[in-house]
């Protein structure tokens, strides 16, 4: 198992945190206002979360076929951090004989070395302090409602130049729907998708989570479910 695949996973459950709070008049706010909006419903999801624990099932595949599956319980612990308790783990196994063994381990060391660059970028989407969340509100072009009832906001070079970040918001709720992330690292196009669900306690959480390095014919896939509450 990829030493980074769990954090990688941590990273695209953790791209909940883009806006959640987004309304029609939105423009109308000062940038500052919208900023305190979403800053406090991050931090009220977030704590909403800690009171929960799921389950997380996390898919490496490459050249179309699953190389790793972890499927892992998580909570919060006392500190804050995510804990997590493995339940099942399906690497693929390094293949027999000295010299294709030591092949596969030197491939397997810079499969982690670029997922773990790839995790830091990634990182960077999900708007992680306020000033982040400033920026990206300052400058999206936003649209909508569409017919489903969904608002958009869609910036560009948010984290590299030429990237682009876009989020659907429920236009009544005020919940994130979906986030769609275009991005380039050490020369790969990158993408991401993460769709949302909402549970009636309120609580916002990604559901499913894909990110494709179609260069490398590799996708990471995260599925969360059974939300329980502690």
């Known amino acids: 198992m990829l030493k980074t695949l769990p954090v990688l996973a941590a990273i695209l459950i953790a791209l909940g945190a883009p806006p959640t709070v987004l309304a029609q008049q939105a423009k109308l706010w000062s940038d500052a206002s ?5 800053v406090d419903a991050r931090k009220a999801n977030a704590a909403l979360m800690r009171q929960y624990s799921w389950t997380s ?21 006392p500190t804050g951090q995510i804990q997590r308790s493995l339940m099942n783990d399906q690497g693929a196994p390094l293949p027999f004989g000295f010299l294709r063994r030591a ?3 030197k491939e397997r060391k810079k499969m982690e070395e670029y997922m773990s660059g790839l995790r830091s970028l990634l990182e960077q989407y999900t708007l992680p302090t306020p000033g982040k969340v400033l920026d990206f509100m300052t400058q999206a ?14 910036g560009n070079n948010v984290a590299v130049p030429g990237d682009t970040f876009t989020v659907w918001t429920d236009a009544n709720t005020r919940q994130t729907r ?7 690292y050490q020369g790969d196009v990158v993408n991401v998708t993460a769709t949302f669900k909402t549970l009636p306690s309120k609580l ?14 590799m996708n990471v896939q995260v599925s969360n479910f059974d939300y329980n509450r502690n």
């Open 103 to 105: 092949i596969a381990e």
């Open 34 to 38: 919208k900023t305190v909006q979403i």
């Open 141 to 154: 072009q936003m649209s909508g409602p569409d017919p489903s009832g969904a608002i958009q906001m869609t």
């Open 204 to 217: 916002s959480y990604v559901a499913f989570a894909e990110a494709t390095v179609p260069a490398k014919q």
């Open 57 to 77: 099932r996390t898919e490496l595949i490459e050249d179309g076929k699953v190389k790793d599956i972890r499927i892992e319980l998580l909570n919060y612990g």
């Open 178 to 184: 979906r986030i769609q992330v275009s991005t380039v």
